[in-house]
């Protein structure tokens, strides 16, 4: 198969989520024998035509003067340049500034458009009222114009079935199994190995890390909190001035996998807020990284977990976890967790997956055309 994967700043990685996810399954796809192309802003620093087998293809993106908005013009370049070319599959990652190219497929049968959805962007507290109403008529768009969808979670495939009437492949994301940890890499901060506490996110208001903060200090404990998360934004700002403690360590951004790898395994236990995504990369880390996991409560969090963490809705759940952490029997929460990783999650199962659906995909075009 000829398969273009386009919707990513770019591969080789070096911003997470669908970059990752892009070059984990393009690199796996090519092992497999297909023909893969990973679109690329023409700026990404590997300015290389190839990576590990995967085809880059370098398309012009007006970013660095315009910003966030050029994202619609290299979403359309992209989706051009790419309907010229003779691709099978093309998989867009995401439909926020995706979803507005998509007349360029007019009534076409071929190549087969896939979307993978994301989570529910307009759910976010960030947007006002205007853009989620944008937000809202770009998912309607995709939906309507993709050939087939891809949800990444449970709660997500049930949301598009119960908003629109449609049907969803659900595909997760995907994580790499971790095994090797540095106790030096957690000294930097001034902790010890199971005396602290942390939480890795976004600091927006839909991960609930107010709860989780609130909680920790209604609690009485001492031991060190950890916030990781750009907190140069008005909200991140708030949260310092609110919780000003000597306790709380508000670290801002750190993006180096071995030290936050370190950082989940060593911790008493991980906070994970995160409340309108679905199956959320950050999650699978802590669960590869063998983390003691204390999540909120949602379908999303709870598809993904299996039982296999503690839960939280309010502060006082927080609260009652922090004091009782050592009462619960969480013993096979990591190691199960774990295993999740390598038999549900890894990059390998994943990318088998989408296989899948694409083979399938081309056969029922093969079906039809008869």
């Known amino acids: 198969m000829k398969i273009a994967i386009l919707g990513t700043r770019g591969i080789p990685n070096n911003y997470g989520g669908f970059e990752q996810f892009a070059e984990c399954v393009s690199v796996s796809l090519v092992k497999r024998g297909h023909q893969v192309t990973v679109y690329n802003p023409h700026f990404h620093y590997y300015q290389s035509d ?29 989706l ?65 114009k993709s050939h087939y969808l891809v949800s990444d979670n449970i709660g997500i495939q049930q949301y598009y079935k119960n908003e629109f009437g449609v049907d969803s492949c659900c595909i997760a994301y995907g994580a790499t ?21 942390m939480l890795i996110a976004r600091l927006e208001p839909e991960n609930n890390i107010e709860p989780v903060l609130d909680g920790y200090l209604m609690s009485g404990s001492k031991l060190p909190f950890l916030v990781i998360g750009n907190n140069d934004t008005p909200y991140g700002r708030y949260l310092k001035n609110k919780y ?21 395994y060593y911790a008493k236990a991980y906070f994970h807020g995160h409340s309108v995504g679905g199956t959320n990369p950050s999650l ?22 299996k039982g296999n963490a503690l839960f939280f809705s309010t502060d006082r759940d927080v609260v009652n976890v922090i004091n009782q952490i050592d009462e619960f029997e969480v013993r096979n929460f990591k190691e199960n967790n774990y295993l999740l990783i390598k038999n549900e999650y890894s990059w390998g199962k994943i990318a088998s997956m989408y296989e899948s659906l694409f083979e399938d995909a081309l056969k029922r075009l093969a079906f039809d055309k008869v």
């Open 50 to 78: 190839t990576y590990n087998g995967v085809m880059i293809r370098k398309i012009y993106s007006p970013e660095k003067s315009i910003g966030a908005s050029a994202n619609f013009i290299y979403d359309y370049l992209c």
């Open 284 to 305: 699978l880390e802590a669960m590869a990284s063998k983390a003691l996991i204390v999540a909120h409560d949602n379908v999303f969090n709870r598809a993904v977990l």
């Open 244 to 264: 000003a403690n000597e306790n709380i360590n508000f670290v801002g951004g750190l993006y180096q996998k071995e030290i936050l790898d370190s950082l989940r």
């Open 80 to 144: 051009k340049d790419a309907l010229k070319l003779d691709f099978d599959i093309i998989l867009e990652c995401g439909y926020h500034s995706n979803a507005p190219s998509y007349f360029l497929m007019g009534q076409r049968k071929s190549p087969i458009l896939i979307t993978n959805m994301d989570g529910l962007e307009w759910k976010r507290s960030k947007w006002n009222r205007t853009t989620r109403w944008l937000i809202k008529r770009l998912e309607k768009l995709a939906v309507k």
């Open 177 to 197: 199994p971790v095994d090797v940890f540095d106790e030096q890499c957690i000294k930097a901060y001034g902790i010890t190995p199971n005396h602290y506490f």
